[in-house]
């Protein structure tokens, strides 16, 4: 059986089902959700999750094609690392959370006696390139810190052949300010303070499931937040039309080539067929 310095089993349980969502559920953060806390979630934020905290509406989780094949390549990214590393005796666990702190939360992908393992797939490469994504730092900082653990491998499969690892050590004053982040949120749920209305999707799909039901009636707008929307829709058709142009622009500079280059910093890059045209030009993250 596996045991770790600070963490404690709460049980194995299988992705969907009603023990799952409950180790998952109430007033606890999770490996997945702190970087909705930070602040750096592709997928979620603070709005969002302290929506799903407190009880309210938002949007049911889709299982995209990305996120579909992801769950079926899981085992077989596992399964090279562990080729590739016999020396380390690793296991499939379960839901775990600190020993001190029942509210943080965990569930590791594969555990050693010294070390977690974290399995990802990515459709693009240049997340990539400069490490570990921010996202996936803050969910491994997590783990590792309600674990005690001292250092995680990740193995990622990018593309579906592009086969990488990579290493994240234990930082002590990133986990602490994440545990910061994480209980004056939780605070925040306790007592209704409702974060700030912000300008992502997931802030806006959460408002817009918000209503039970759809009466006959006006509501009067306060004047700012009347204006607001008039100037941006007023303004949209122009911004789109200006960053298109300004897309043609660089991609007809860029001629032949993949990265778009300035001052040796990387501002967009160049997907093409094999034929060499463009299929997209994306910008540099």
């Not at 593309?159 to 910061?180: F, K, L, P, Q």
Request: glycine share 6%.
């Amino acid at each position: 059986m596996i045991t770790t310095p600070t963490g404690v089993l709460l049980g194995t349980f299988t992705p969907g089902t009603t023990e799952w969502d409950a180790a998952r559920s109430g007033l606890c953060i999770t490996a997945t959700e702190i970087a909705a806390v930070m602040g750096v979630s592709p997928w979620s934020d603070q709005f969002t999750l302290w929506h799903k905290k407190s009880g309210l509406r938002t949007t049911p989780f889709v299982v995209t094609p990305q996120v579909e094949w992801g769950s079926r390549l899981e085992p077989a990214v596992g399964a090279k690392f562990q080729d590739e590393h016999p020396e380390l005796s690793l296991a499939t666990t379960g839901t775990w959370c600190h020993r001190d702190r029942s509210w943080q939360r965990a569930t590791p992908d594969l555990l050693g006696r010294e070390e977690l393992v974290e399995i990802k797939t990515s459709p693009v490469a240049h997340e990539w390139d400069q490490g570990v994504p921010i996202h996936y730092y803050c969910q491994i900082q997590w783990q590792l810190d309600t674990l005690g653990l001292p250092v995680c491998h990740v193995a990622v499969l990018i593309s579906g052949h592009d086969y990488r690892e990579y290493t994240v050590e234990y930082d002590e004053a990133d986990a602490a300010t994440m545990r910061t982040a994480a209980e004056q949120f939780l605070d925040d749920v306790r007592h209704g303070r409702r974060p700030e209305i912000g300008n992502s999707q997931a802030t806006y799909d959460t408002i817009r499931v918000q209503p039970n039901r759809y009466d006959e009636i006006d509501v009067e707008i306060p004047c700012e937040i009347a204006a607001r929307y008039e100037i941006c829709r007023a303004t949209r058709a122009d911004a789109d039309a200006e960053y298109t142009a300004a897309k043609s622009f660089l991609l007809d500079a860029l001629g032949n080539g993949r990265n778009a280059v300035h001052l040796g910093r990387r501002i967009a890059y160049r997907t093409a067929r094999e034929d060499g045209t463009t299929i997209a030009l994306q910008p540099a993250r």
